[in-house]
């Protein structure tokens, strides 16, 4: 139960964290101040840092392997994503590989540095 609680408050402060920027993007792009163009990078870059950041949160808890915590935080979001992304747009392309794979990776670097920041 205790897993289940760090991963689960991990990975609600991520998908927290993600809506209030997008919602942030939306009113930028919808009183036109950002193109759609613009909003997409940003949004790559942001997801990329809010899970970076809660790899090193999560890190930061660990007591060893801060790998393995992040690999296992990005794969748990991973499969909230692809499940709304097949139930919403129920396609799956490079781009969508690429962004899981930055997901992943951002994630377990950020479990890296919260660990080496915890001792």
């Known amino acids: 139960m205790e897993k289940f609680k760090k991963y689960g408050v991990s990975t609600l402060k991520i998908l927290l964290l993600s809506i209030i920027y997008l919602i942030i993007l939306c009113i930028l792009h919808y009183t036109g101040l950002l193109k759609l163009s613009t909003i997409s990078k940003i949004n790559f870059v942001l997801v990329a840092v809010s899970f970076l950041i809660a790899g090193i949160k999560l890190g930061k808890k660990a007591s060893k392997k801060g790998f393995l915590e992040g690999m296992k935080l990005g ?33 377990i670097i950020g479990s890296m540095i919260g660990i080496n920041l915890h001792h």
Request: proline residues 0%.
């Open 75 to 107: 794969f748990i979001a991973l499969l909230i994503l692809n499940i709304l992304n097949l139930i919403f747009f129920r396609n799956f392309n490079l781009y969508t590989l690429m962004y899981y794979l930055l997901i992943l990776s951002s994630s």
